[in-house]
């Protein structure tokens, strides 16, 4: 039973998760329907927030297959609930004359298999998704994907395209012909519209959402608790607060709908041309399109409405909103096996692996080719949701929560502040029942109690930082989709950079300024002084008098396969001839063995070591039997081999001014920089010098990884890259010219221990497949990353993510779409304003917005830290004020509380957020979570220092010898003007009488405790080493200096009429000045601690430490010599003291490296793997002799 109630759904994939079964109970509903009645409706808000409580109270756990609700779970660390309510699907209404035809296919599996003519292949999937004998299908929707009822596998499954399971063989020879109206119906019914629907709620769905809120019903709780209280003004502000922060919040996320709705729309219903089966073309709207239907691209061009496999034609497409990738990219027809030589018929499509025959949903199609006469076709893989853009979309509309400390830390410290309430609330009521309180009181006092302690206004205080943030990035370029990563760049450490550190040369990009012609042709004349150097050299050729090459196909550039070809035909000759071009490595394997030069290895190595780019060039003229026709159905793989190598091409692409520079600000940083490129392994290793990334001394380790071959496990062959192995018998290496350990005793001889590795994607694959044990220990020290698909790029983001760095990936948006999105903090180089690909967007196409990013994110995270310690504690003074004062049965009055609220805080708050970043990146990082030492001792100690001084002041004033229980006729001012003091408050006595506000204690607490937020907002903006000093900021400074000559008025030269709307009794100008003592030595003693004893003692042992071991991981500064010299500082004070394991697993692993001898692994010698690789990927060192 366990089995059929529990099961996994998305098994493997991103978005995982149990799915359990369950059916309404008429019982269960009939209980909670009364919860709800007895709990005023509170309990129906729960169960609206929590759908795993309103599934398990309101039904009872069933079968899957027969459920009528299902629960879902995520896997992933947040856990988070969903439920879903299963619907059925009736085919019944299927437009077929014939039931023994509907019953036909369905028994054939066709809510399946997208083949009409049922086959052998077919038949093992009867009624996969349907009851054949109700003709029903049973599915639920979750994030705009259906999944249905699958009886094969007994469990639900989304609907599957032909991106899955389908071969090319299948393409071509069930698809191509299209589909008949009857089987076209059929699919529609259940693949639905071919639409991704965005839709735009209504201004009132969205309110109730909204007001629905938690922390918006806590408002209105306290607002009502208020209003019982008359403390209407305050109760009023509060509305007015929260009115505008809904309206506000329902513009910004409206605008969002609005704007993802209308980039969506654009192919939404765009009239297409289909093939039927019969060779008829209809003309039917986009939205009707199924998966199996063959569309025709039209000559002048579309926006695809779906992804489509190109089956006839070519096809320019600009795919600049899917990948931010602005050049367009050439689309050929997929190879057709069946008429491949060798035959390769086994092979499934996918859309990434035939990317460069799949025309994705949301590019632009700019022109298509064909040829004599045929029509440009394209078979409909997948729609709707499932496209793509659909899957790009998707992410946006239901986006995955923001795993950081701070959050988690936020939660935990609100939690606090619930407990301390929950004691101000039970000292309230046990308090007021010995003073024999009225009952109607006590509770509205000891809840009052609570709305006090956990401050309303803290999820916008805590927002404003990152909103400020986000408006100075915009202003430099940088666009952002995701602002909540703007808090977690500040705790970048370790930065991937594409090969965009090269600035491509004028002839590169010239080539993309037109689409490549058909015909090509040399200039009609050579002019001599207009002429360059290579076209003067074309006057050596005895060209005929018309000399044109046609272009007969393209092969584009495959990352894959790293390469690309030509068939040309010379205009007049018979044959044809074959062109290629690519990474050397791959056109000399493709070569004859004799056409290859003796030294191409050499050669080519020396150049690359140079840090040029190196293109290889091959040419083979045709056989004479291979026809214009065969041409275009035959595969790449038959034309691309026995070549005859024609030589090398070489490149310099200079740096990026910029790039020298902007690393050097990340060395010095202590932020780690690593290269992942497409390049091969000597270039990016000569540019990673060039550039500082690797410095002159450093040595670099190359692994080459060889997968299991020829019943041989798995190895890695360990090179060294460096200038020893260009001397003349590099065999001779000695390998104790290698430091393989840390023994050191002087800081020259730890320079000499600088070590990198490099290595191409094929042997990280390997190494991430069979050598699990080593992937950490390489990431520690992985700098060169050459050779890498867009998928192993992504891979090796999770690697470094698994031994905790924070990541940042800085790519140009063409190949890095998942890595972009893998990473912590994506940054793509595009034109766009921005990319759906990435968090963030960079409009200049320069790296240096990656510094900036940084900078940013650190002041927002150390302005979300201040704001939240300033609201702690805004939250703590007042609560205490409130529990002093309800101890002698008095209160804060209504508009001392709308002066702290609004005049104070909000004033405070959102000012003390427009701090700016500071100017340079320093080489410590801002601490990730709120539960640090530094800054828990810093919230304490201004807590202690607080509640002491108001305690202080309190407890004081009852000693003065003036002091007595305060009356309407109380005179202790003793002057002229207590008369009007004594008259202005006779109209009140009956108020005074009840809520006891005008007294002595409240005075001087309300006087204190107005100057203590003050205080503290001034001890906690820090500026330097993450933002600008607070006295730049000219909003803060001009407030606080306004708030603090308007109270300090009040208090030493008080005014009649601010008194009475104050509620503030006369006390004796000399206790004022009393008063003005405590607060100036208050402020004295908080700013002491906060800015001298805690930045100058505590935080500098902190941050030392962390400095030393955390941030130090760089390649700049190896982890071995950071915890060594940690080590050696630190002993004679850690002597005694058990050490302390680091918490990041990089700084904990760079100490397990100390003591490991094998490490790293010596020149010339192998690793392999284990010939039964256990699960945790165990592997041995072999030393080969």
């Known amino acids: 039973m366990d089995k059929e109630e529990r099961k996994i759904i998305n098994q493997g994939q991103e978005d995982e998760m149990e799915i359990y079964g369950y059916n309404l109970s008429r019982w269960k509903l009939a209980i909670v329907s009364l919860g709800v009645i007895c709990s005023g409706g509170f309990l129906l808000l729960l169960l609206y927030w929590m759908p795993e409580w309103r599934v398990k109270a309101t039904c009872v756990r069933a079968a899957i297959k027969d459920c009528e609700v299902v629960l879902l779970r995520t896997t992933d660390e947040f856990k ?6 299963i619907r059925v699907l009736s085919l019944e209404t299927y437009p077929v004359s014939s039931p023994k035809s509907m019953s036909n296919k369905l028994s054939n599996g066709h809510a399946v298999c997208l083949i009409e003519n049922p086959t052998e292949e077919n038949r093992h999937r009867i009624s996969k998704y349907s009851q054949t004998e109700s003709q029903q299908i049973r599915y639920f929707t979750h994030h705009s994907v259906k999944y249905f009822w699958n009886d094969t596998i007994h469990n639900f499954d989304f609907l599957k395209g032909l991106d899955e399971g389908v071969s090319c063989t299948s393409i071509y020879e069930k698809h191509s012909a299209g589909l008949t ?3 076209h119906a059929y699919r529609k019914l259940l693949y639905g519209v071919n639409e991704i629907a965005v839709k735009v709620p209504s201004v009132f769905k969205l309110l109730i959402k909204e007001v629905l809120n938690p922390f918006y019903i806590f408002q209105l709780f306290s607002v009502i608790l208020w209003s019982t209280d008359e403390y209407y003004y305050y109760a009023l502000a509060i509305v007015v607060m929260s009115i505008v922060s809904i309206v506000s919040s329902l513009y910004s996320i409206r605008k969002q709908y609005v704007m993802l709705h209308d980039m969506v729309a654009t192919h939404s219903t765009v009239r297409v041309s289909v093939c039927r089966v019969n060779e008829e073309i209809e003309e039917i709207f986009s939205t009707d399109l199924v998966p199996g239907d063959v569309m025709v691209i039209p000559l002048n061009g579309t926006i695809m409405p779906c992804d489509a496999v190109l089956i006839n034609g070519t096809c320019i497409v600009n795919e600049s909103m899917l990948t931010g990738e602005s050049v367009p990219v050439t689309k050929t027809n997929l190879p057709n096996p069946s008429v491949d030589v060798k035959g390769i018929g086994d092979e499934l499509y996918n859309p990434e692996t035939h990317k460069r025959h799949t025309l994705f949903c949301g590019t632009t199609v700019i022109q298509t080719r064909f040829y004599t006469g045929e029509l440009v076709k394209a078979i409909v893989v997948r729609t709707g949701f499932s496209t793509s853009k659909g899957q790009l979309v998707r992410s946006i509309l239901y986006p995955k929560p923001t795993d950081f400390k701070l959050y988690r830390d936020a939660y935990l410290f609100l939690l606090c502040l619930v407990a301390v309430a929950g004691i101000g609330f039970i000292y309230t009521i046990i308090n007021s029942i010995l003073n024999e309180v009225q009952v109607g009181v006590i509770i509205i006092e000891s809840l009052d109690i609570i709305t006090i302690t956990v401050p309303p206004a803290l999820p916008a205080a805590m927002t404003a930082g990152i909103v400020y943030a986000q408006r100075r ?10 602002p909540q990563r703007i808090n977690i760049c500040g705790q970048l450490n370790l930065v991937c950079f594409d090969k965009i550190l090269e600035e491509a040369t004028e002839e590169e990009t010239a080539l993309h300024n037109r689409i490549m012609p058909t015909v090509v042709r040399p200039p009609k004349q050579l002019l001599p002084e207009s002429t360059p150097a290579g076209n003067q050299e074309m006057e050596l050729f005895e060209l005929p008098a018309i000399y044109e090459i046609g272009i007969v196909r393209q092969f584009p550039f495959s990352s894959a396969l790293q390469r690309m070809s030509v068939v ?24 004859k063995p004799e056409t290859v030069p003796v030294d191409f290895q050499n050669v080519l190595e020396d150049f690359t070591k140079q840090g040029f780019r190196v293109i290889a060039l091959a040419h083979r003229k045709l056989e004479s039997k291979l026809t214009w026709h065969k041409v275009q159905n035959i595969s790449r793989d038959a034309i691309e081999n026995n070549m005859d190598f024609m030589g090398l091409i070489i490149m310099q692409n200079k740096l990026k001014q910029e790039t020298p520079a902007v690393l050097e600000d990340l060395h010095k940083a202590n932020i780690r920089t690593v290269m992942v490129t497409g390049d ?4 990016a290793v000569s540019v990673a010098r060039d550039c500082g990334m690797i410095l002159p001394q450093d040595k670099v380790i190359i692994a080459e990884a060889l997968p299991p071959k020829d019943g041989k496990v798995a190895k890695i062959n360990w090179h060294y890259a460096d200038s020893l192995t260009q001397c003349s018998h590099p065999s001779a290496i000695d ?7 840390l023994v050191h005793d002087s800081l020259e001889d730890l320079q000499m221990t600088r070590y990198h590795f490099a290595m191409n994607g094929k042997s990280f694959s390997v190494i991430l497949e069979h050598f699990q044990d080593l992937v950490p220990k390489l990431m520690l020290h992985g700098t060169v990353f050459a ?25 140009d948006g063409a190949n890095d779409c998942g890595a972009l999105k893998r990473a912590h903090g994506g940054i793509s180089l595009s034109e766009l304003e921005a990319s759906v690909a990435s968090p963030f967007t960079s409009k200049t196409p320069s790296i240096s917005c990656v510094p900036n990013l940084i900078r940013e994110g650190r002041a927002a995270l150390i302005t979300s830290f201040c704001v939240f310690k300033f609201m702690a504690l805004y939250s703590i003074i007042q609560y205490f004020s409130v529990t002093l004062l309800y101890s002698i049965l008095s209160n804060l009055g209504d508009f001392q509380f709308l002066f702290i609220d609004l005049a104070i805080i909000l004033v405070v708050v959102f000012t003390m957020s427009l701090n700016p970043a500071w100017k340079e990146l320093v080489a410590q990082r801002p601490p990730s979570g709120l539960i640090s030492g530094a800054l828990l001792f810093s919230v304490l100690s201004q807590i202690i220092i607080c509640i002491g001084f108001q305690s202080l002041g309190f407890f004081w004033v009852k000693q003065q010898p003036w002091y ?21 408050h006779v109209d009140n006595e009956t108020e005074l009488d009840e809520h006891n506000i005008q007294n002595y204690e409240n005075t001087t607490v309300f006087f204190i405790s107005s100057f203590q937020y003050l205080i503290v907002a001034i001890a906690f903006s820090k500026g330097k080493p993450f933002r600008q000093p607070c006295y730049k900021n000219y909003f803060f400074v001009f407030s606080v200096i306004f708030l603090y000559f308007f109270i300090l008025f009040i208090m030493l030269y008080p005014v009649a009429s601010v008194d009475q709307v104050l509620q503030i009794v006369c006390v004796p100008y000399q206790w004022r000045v009393t008063m003005l003592i405590i607060v100036l030595v208050n402020a004295f003693v908080s700013i002491t601690v906060e800015n001298f004893f805690l930045d100058m003692v505590l935080w500098k042992v902190v941050f030392n430490r962390d400095k030393q071991g955390e941030y130090r991981f760089s390649t700049t500064q190896p982890p071995q010599e950071s915890v060594d010299r940690w080590g050696k500082c630190c002993l004679p004070w850690a002597l005694g003291c058990r050490k302390k394991t680091p918490k990041a697993k990089y700084m904990y692993l760079a100490q397990e490296l100390l003591v490991d001898p094998e490490w790293p692994p010596k020149p010339q010698t192998t690793t392999e793997a284990k010939a039964l690789v256990k699960e945790n990927g165990s592997c041995q060192i072999i030393t080969i002799t």
């Open 473 to 482: 990035l915009k202003k430099i370029g940088i666009f952002c989709i995701s």
């Open 964 to 984: 007595e229980v305060w009356h309407p006729k109380s005179d202790a001012c003793n002057t002229t003007g207590s008369g009007f003091w004594n008259s202005s």
């Open 787 to 811: 050779r890498m698909a867009p998928d192993q790029k992504t891979q090796l983001i999770e690697a470094l993510q698994n031994v905790d760095y924070f990541v940042g990936m800085c790519g």
């Open 680 to 683: 091969s392994m000597l270039t």
């Open 80 to 85: 988070m609930w969903f439920c879903a309510k």
């Open 568 to 591: 040309a035909r010379v205009l007049g000759d018979r044959k044809m001839d074959a062109y290629m071009k690519g990474a050397p490595e791959a056109i000399a394997g493709l070569c």
């Open 181 to 183: 109206k009857g089987m």
């Open 735 to 741: 390998p104790e010219a290698i430091p393989v350990k």
